[in-house]
């Protein structure tokens, strides 16, 4: 069984969806979900998670 990390806004695949998956498919799943995490962790600006709220910023900074 893999240790996913736990995120507040990623979720990884529950244990029904890892079964339906090729072994190779969920080991890209694995890496992708891990690799997204650490670039927020260490460049959140550019690799961070962009809530929908947050889209409207810019506009109402400019007002």
Not at 3 to 9: D, N, R, V, Y
Not at 20 to 28: D, I, R
Request: net charge negative.
């Amino acid at each position: 069984m893999l240790s996913w990390a736990k995120h507040a806004i990623l979720k990884p695949p529950t244990e029904e969806e890892q079964a339906l998956m090729e072994p190779e498919e969920l080991l890209t799943v694995y890496q992708n979900y891990h690799d997204a995490i650490k670039k927020a962790e260490s460049d959140p600006y550019r690799y961070g998670i962009v809530l929908s709220n947050w889209k409207r910023m810019p506009e109402l900074f400019c007002k």
